[in-house]
Structure formats: C-alpha cells, structure tokens
C-alpha cells in the first residue's frame, strides 16, 4: 500500500469510526484515543448489553470474566498482528516492530519455542535474586529528589524504575535511558491504531532507530558474551536475527510501558485512598493484597484480543466465525461483579484480587508478571515511606490511548525532611 492510499485508508477510518460513534457503537467508543473519557462507566455501559456484546466494526466485546479467562485459555483462538485484525498496512520496509513481530503475537508452536528461549529469566527464583536490586534502584531514584518540594512522578520516578530494571536486563547503559522512554511512548501509542499519517511517520522513526540500536547491540553480546538477555539469547537459543530483534524489543517495551503505569496508577488510587496507603507503608506483610488491588481496579493493559483459529472456536456454545476479531474487556471483567462483590471498591483485603485478569491468562500469560508485581510493591511502598505528605500539585495529564492506562504526567508536592540527625 503506498502511503497516499494509506492516508486515504486512516481518514476513511475515522469518517467511519465517527460514524459509528454517532451511533452509539460499543466497538468505536473503545477505539478512539482520548485522554478525557473515564473508560470504566462505558464498560458498565457493555457489560448491561450482554456478555458477548456485536459491534458494528465487526468485532465481538467480551466482559464476563468467565467468558474472558475461557476466551484466552481456549487453543482455538489465538493472537494475530494488527494486519490481520482488519488493519491497514502501515509499510514498514522490513523494520521489526516487536509488538508485531515477537512471540507475543505468535501462536503455538513457533511462540512457545521462542518464549521457551527467555522465560529462565523470569522465574520466581531470578526475580527473588533481583529484589535487592530493585530495592536499592527506588532508593536511589528517591535520594535523588529530597529537598525538591515538587516534581512530575511520572517522569522523575515510575518511568525510571522500571526503564532501569529492564535496561539492566538488557545491559542497556544508562545514557540511553531517555531514548527508550521515547521510543516506548511512540510504541505504546501505536497499539490503538495510527490516527495520522505523522504518526505512521512517528512510528517508522522509532522502529528505524530501535532497529539500529538492538542490532548493535547484539553485534556487541556476540564479540563480547556475558549474561544478560541478549547475551543468554544468543547462548541458549537458535534464534534469527529477526527473531532476537522482535524478543528483544518486546522485552524492552513490554517491561516497562506497563509498569510505569502500574506506579502512576497506584499513586492516583492510593492519594484517594488514604487509610490504604497508611497500611502500605506500615504493614509490609499488606503490599502484596494492595498492588492486585491496583492491578485489578485500573489495569495499565485494558483489553487484548483474540481471533478463531478453526472453525470450530465457541464462546458460551456459540459458533465464532472465521476473521470475527474478539475484544477481551479485561479491565471490565476485573469488575464482574459476580467474582468480585463491590467490583468498583477498592478493598485492600478482597480475598480474591489476585484473579484479575491484568495480565492474560493462558499462553500469553505476562512473563513479566513476577517482576512487575515486585516493582510496584517496592516503587510504592518506599515512595510513601519517604514523602508521607505526597499529593497532587497540579493537573493530571493522562496517556492519549485507550489500550493503554495511566497517567503520562502526574504533578507531586512533598513537603521534604531533612534526614534525621544520629543521636
Ligand atoms: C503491570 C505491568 C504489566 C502488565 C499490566 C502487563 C500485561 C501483559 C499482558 C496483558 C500480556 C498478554 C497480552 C495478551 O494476552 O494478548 C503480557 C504479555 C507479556 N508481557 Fe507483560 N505486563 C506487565 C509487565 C511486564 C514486564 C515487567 C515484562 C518484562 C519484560 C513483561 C513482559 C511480557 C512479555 C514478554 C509478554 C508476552 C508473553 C507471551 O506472549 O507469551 N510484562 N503482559
């Protein structure tokens, strides 16, 4: 497709996504990014029409958790790249977009062989060796804002956690931080569809130069092995070039744009939550309830989707149809109401949090899970144990994606205290 004809493509998307928004559709409320809209009542909204909801679009919207986690665990459906959704193609020229062309859009058997490559690295066991690390990372980050009275928490703190942990993962050095923050953003955004053709320009860009970057990258771990995840990549795995771009750069994308919002989603429940935010800092044994909680109310990953892989792909007895896209609601079967009682509460003692479905479920179950619950749990504990008067100093400006949630921007006061003098 030349990008003439797919200019004309993106304008005639919106004409008709407008169009079927005028109409009330359930499919095009979900698919236009806007930072304004509070997506959870619209879920009430599709919840209150049926569990399995058509849209106009073609698509199927599912936000029973019943239905959901048997969608997701179900061999028949499988996962495929934005092209076979119905997506125009955005002529990538050969570039890897690793949340295109990684196992993450890879159905068994090539996802298992891939993800089989990299999942030591993730286990219970690694992240245990791992926490210390994390620990001392938040701490530095947080020395380094004493004596500021205010500060963008999103910027200064739950982007550079987690971009730290996982660069270190990687052995990607510091100094090139800021241009993974860059990247992921364009990357993150591009998962709701391009709405312009500077954004397609946008996202060439960033792939052009992720590209680059992970190819060195590779070149250096294969003149200088060591034990990173390139580096464990190229030892353990018969992997293509291709392939070590596209795991690569999932890792990097997939392990931080969630997390950041994991925090900053925290921050904003947590602020309105006072008495819970008491019991995090006092109560490390409570921690863990408190991030399913979060993890559960407002998910940094929204929905997925699935497409029929035979012919024979039900849900609840139904036949779906070969091509018929299925959107699982995820963040709206967190708030079924018949596994969770008082879905829209945040209760920090709800016995059953840790069923939320924030992460998949099935195959494509997060490999980063472990790592992204040991983050936020450090992240926001250490956070609120340092500024205990942390609030909101101004507006909160959230990411423009519908898929993705949390805050972009999140301005902080803190009245800062001296370090208490040694007796
Ligand atoms: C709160 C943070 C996180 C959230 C909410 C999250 C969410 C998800 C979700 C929903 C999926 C599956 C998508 C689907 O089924 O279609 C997924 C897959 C994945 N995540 Fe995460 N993630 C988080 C953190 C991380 C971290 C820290 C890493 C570390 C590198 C990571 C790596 C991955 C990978 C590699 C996959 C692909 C798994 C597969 O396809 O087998 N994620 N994540």
């Given at each position: 497709?030349?990008?003439?004809?797919?200019?004309t493509s993106?304008a005639?998307?919106k004409?008709v996504?407008?169009w079927?928004?005028?109409?009330?559709d359930?499919?095009?409320?979900?698919?236009?990014p806007?930072q304004a809209?509070?997506?959870y009542?619209?879920?009430?909204?599709?919840?209150?029409?049926?569990?399995?909801?058509?849209?106009?679009?073609?698509?199927l919207?599912v936000s029973?958790?019943?239905?959901c986690?048997a969608?997701?665990?179900?061999?028949?459906?499988?996962?495929a790249?934005?092209?076979?959704?119905?997506?125009?193609?955005?002529?990538?020229?050969?570039?890897?977009?690793p949340l295109?062309d990684s196992?993450?859009f890879?159905?068994?058997?090539e996802?298992?062989?891939?993800?089989?490559?990299?999942?030591?690295?993730?286990?219970?066991?690694?992240m245990?060796?791992?926490?210390?690390?994390?620990?001392?990372?938040v701490?530095?980050?947080?020395?380094q804002?004493?004596?500021?009275?205010?500060?963008?928490?999103?910027g200064?703190?739950?982007?550079?956690?987690?971009i730290?942990?996982?660069c270190?993962?990687?052995?990607?050095?510091?100094a090139?931080?800021?241009?993974?923050?860059?990247?992921?953003?364009?990357l993150?955004?591009?998962i709701d569809?391009?709405?312009s053709?500077a954004?397609?320009?946008?996202?060439r860009?960033?792939?052009?130069?992720?590209?680059?970057?992970l190819?060195?990258r590779i070149?250096?771990?294969?003149?200088?092995?060591?034990?990173?995840?390139?580096g464990?990549?190229?030892?353990?795995g018969d992997l293509?070039?291709f392939?070590?771009?596209?795991?690569?750069g999932?890792?990097?994308?997939a392990?931080?744009?969630?997390?950041?919002?994991?925090?900053?989603?925290?921050?904003?429940?947590?602020?309105?939550?006072?008495s819970?935010?008491?019991?995090l800092?006092d109560?490390?044994?409570?921690?863990?309830?408190?991030?399913?909680?979060?993890?559960?109310l407002d998910p940094p990953?929204q929905?997925?989707?699935?497409?029929?892989?035979?012919?024979?792909?039900?849900?609840?007895?139904?036949?779906?149809?070969?091509?018929?896209?299925?959107?699982?609601?995820?963040?709206?079967?967190?708030?079924?109401?018949?596994?969770?009682?008082?879905?829209?509460?945040f209760?920090?003692?709800?016995?059953?949090?840790?069923d939320?479905?924030?992460?998949?479920?099935?195959v494509?179950?997060?490999?980063?899970?472990?790592l992204?619950?040991?983050?936020?749990?450090?992240?926001l504990?250490a956070l609120?144990?340092r500024?205990?008067?942390?609030?909101?100093?101004?507006t909160?400006?959230?990411?423009a994606?519908r898929a993705v949630?949390?805050?972009?921007r999140?301005?902080?006061?803190?009245?800062?205290?001296?370090?208490?003098a040694?007796?």
């Amino acid at each position: 497709m030349s990008d003439r004809q797919l200019a004309t493509s993106i304008a005639v998307g919106k004409v008709v996504l407008g169009w079927f928004r005028l109409l009330d559709d359930p499919g095009a409320m979900l698919i236009r990014p806007s930072q304004a809209i509070d997506p959870y009542p619209h879920y009430e909204r599709i919840r209150a029409r049926g569990k399995v909801v058509p849209s106009k679009l073609g698509m199927l919207l599912v936000s029973d958790h019943e239905l959901c986690s048997a969608v997701l665990r179900d061999p028949a459906f499988g996962v495929a790249p934005n092209k076979e959704m119905g997506q125009p193609d955005l002529g990538m020229d050969g570039l890897v977009n690793p949340l295109e062309d990684s196992f993450i859009f890879r159905n068994p058997p090539e996802h298992s062989r891939l993800r089989r490559v990299v999942s030591p690295l993730f286990t219970p066991r690694a992240m245990h060796e791992r926490q210390a690390r994390i620990e001392a990372v938040v701490e530095d980050f947080l020395d380094q804002l004493a004596g500021r009275d205010e500060f963008d928490l999103v910027g200064e703190f739950a982007a550079r956690v987690p971009i730290k942990i996982i660069c270190d993962l990687l052995g990607v050095p510091d100094a090139e931080h800021r241009r993974m923050i860059d990247w992921g953003t364009t990357l993150a955004a591009s998962i709701d569809g391009m709405g312009s053709m500077a954004q397609v320009r946008e996202l060439r860009a960033t792939l052009r130069e992720l590209n680059d970057f992970l190819s060195a990258r590779i070149a250096l771990r294969r003149a200088e092995p060591n034990d990173d995840v390139i580096g464990h990549m190229l030892a353990e795995g018969d992997l293509t070039e291709f392939e070590l771009l596209a795991t690569s750069g999932l890792l990097l994308a997939a392990g931080f744009e969630t997390t950041v919002n994991l925090i900053g989603n925290g921050v904003l429940a947590l602020l309105s939550n006072p008495s819970v935010r008491q019991r995090l800092v006092d109560d490390p044994a409570a921690a863990d309830n408190i991030v399913e909680e979060i993890l559960r109310l407002d998910p940094p990953i929204q929905y997925t989707a699935r497409l029929p892989l035979s012919d024979d792909a039900r849900i609840a007895g139904r036949v779906v149809p070969k091509g018929r896209a299925v959107v699982l609601l995820t963040a709206a079967a967190n708030r079924d109401p018949s596994v969770f009682p008082d879905p829209h509460r945040f209760d920090p003692d709800r016995h059953n949090a840790r069923d939320h479905l924030t992460f998949s479920s099935g195959v494509h179950y997060c490999l980063g899970a472990g790592l992204a619950r040991m983050e936020g749990a450090i992240a926001l504990r250490a956070l609120f144990r340092r500024f205990p008067d942390l609030r909101l100093g101004g507006t909160v400006q959230r990411r423009a994606s519908r898929a993705v949630r949390g805050p972009l921007r999140l301005p902080v006061r803190v009245t800062s205290r001296q370090p208490a003098a040694i007796a």
